[in-house]
């Protein structure tokens, strides 16, 4: 069993920034790809981000420039840089563990003046 733990969500005024982790537990993790996602009200949760156990980065067009995602193995803890906020990123983020029924309870990401 694995266990998700997002934190580090707000209230931002626009251009502001946040950092978002995401702790897992068990050692499983370091194996495992990671993603963000992110669910607006009365839109689908949407993919942000993601990274592989290698390292490897890829992010939505609509947030590349703007956040990044990194991870610290020794940690178990994946994390979220996001730049440049819009009121558009508002939304509940979610950290998974990728291909897997493991997700976070989600942390509220709001960005308004």
């Known amino acids: 069993q694995v266990q998700l733990v997002e934190s580090g969500g707000g209230l931002v005024q626009p251009g502001g920034s946040l950092r978002l982790s995401c702790a897992a537990s068990?050692?499983?993790?370091?194996?495992?790809?990671m993603d963000w996602y992110r669910q607006a009200p009365g839109n689908q949760r949407e993919l942000v981000a993601g990274?592989?156990?290698?390292?490897?980065?890829g992010y939505a067009d609509s947030v590349k420039g703007r956040f990044t995602i990194s991870r610290d193995n020794a940690k178990n803890t994946v994390y979220l840089q996001m730049n440049s906020l819009k009121p558009e990123d508002t939304a509940v983020y979610y950290c998974?563990?990728?291909?897997?029924?493991?997700w976070g309870q989600g942390t509220q990401v709001t960005v308004s003046s």
């Open positions: 990274i592989t156990a290698g390292g490897m980065t």
């Open positions: 068990g050692s499983i993790f370091i194996l495992y790809a």
């Open positions: 998974n563990l990728r291909d897997t029924r493991f």
